[in-house]
């Protein structure tokens, strides 16, 4: 008794070849749409037809026209195109087809400098997530903020928001040569006395762990500002010592470290998580490529004084 045919000898590469005359009616008109020549489109469809029992084609005036068998193979394997398309995407994005949107807040300093080289490689492994990143050093909430990530100086607002240890940093004191070279030479903790901070403005400092002025005991406040980067190119101006972070000052051209032994102070960088985020596998991509980018770069979070 016939069972029929077998699935296993009928080639969906085969289908696409006949899918491909269905929708120009020429073997010639196929086989440009296809890549091939036209022979090799005949040679397709007899096998085809041979795998599966059954006359698919006629000749016609205008043409090859499906038999009635032909229009009902052709309309059953009309999603096999969609799907051919859509596994061709998947490789050509990368080895998964991970997707969604991902939404970070980070330290204006840390964001530019660590999370955003993290994000680029993100985006180039996996172009199927988008990214997007905010600078903020004010304490943040992620409930009802749209966030996904978020790394902050401490622990994030909202006791309901887990946070992990991403890693600490160091703020050192720094300033330009010329700044020093013009006044006598800073040998403790003592000299300090009358120098001109710069750091941030007292009166806007929102984040608790960064109120670090009073541990400068002598020194005040010369040039304060919100943002790091115009911190560093004060102190590099010779507008004062500069507060900053280690990873910024560091060998950075027109300034030098000021008591690297004695003044050292070390914040963490917290990282928190949005429990209800819809694009989950994507976020914990983007999380991983965070821990990765940190612990690569250790020395420049905590040099050596």
Do not use: C, K
Request: proline share 6%.
């Amino acid at each position: 008794m016939s069972t029929g045919p077998d699935p296993h000898e009928v080639s969906a590469d085969d289908v696409r070849y006949l899918l491909a005359v269905a929708r120009v009616g020429r073997l010639v008109s196929a086989a440009a749409l296809l890549g091939v020549d036209h022979t090799t489109v005949r040679r397709r469809l007899d096998r085809l037809e041979a795998a599966l029992g059954a006359r698919l084609l006629d000749r016609g005036a205008d043409g090859w026209q499906l038999t009635a068998i032909g229009r009902d193979v052709v309309e059953r394997a009309a999603p096999l195109e969609g799907l051919m398309e859509q596994v061709v995407a998947a490789a050509a994005s990368g080895t998964d087809a991970v997707r969604g949107t991902v939404r970070m807040a980070a330290p204006e300093g840390f964001g530019s400098l660590f999370a955003a080289p993290a994000l680029a490689r993100v985006r180039a492994e996996h172009p199927g997530i988008a990214l997007e990143l905010v600078t903020s050093t004010r304490p943040l909430s992620l409930r009802g903020s749209g966030f996904d990530l978020a790394v902050t100086v401490g622990s994030p607002a909202g006791s309901r928001v887990a946070a992990e240890l991403l890693t600490e940093y160091a703020l050192r004191l720094y300033a330009a040569p010329s700044y020093l070279a013009a006044r006598p030479a800073i040998r403790t903790p003592a000299d300090l006395e009358g120098h001109d901070l710069v750091f941030y403005v007292d009166a806007l400092l929102t984040v608790r762990e960064l109120d670090l002025a009073p541990e400068l005991e002598g020194m005040r406040l010369g040039f304060g500002s919100t943002n790091v980067f115009a911190q560093l190119e004060a102190t590099r101006a010779g507008a004062g010592i500069g507060l900053l972070h280690a990873f910024m000052g560091e060998g950075a051209a027109g300034l030098e470290p000021v008591l690297p032994r004695a003044i050292d102070f070390r914040l963490p960088f917290m990282l928190s998580q949005r429990s209800d985020s819809p694009a989950v596998d994507a976020v914990a991509i983007v999380r991983d490529a965070l821990r990765r980018e940190v612990a690569e770069r250790r020395d420049e979070l905590l040099p050596s004084p």
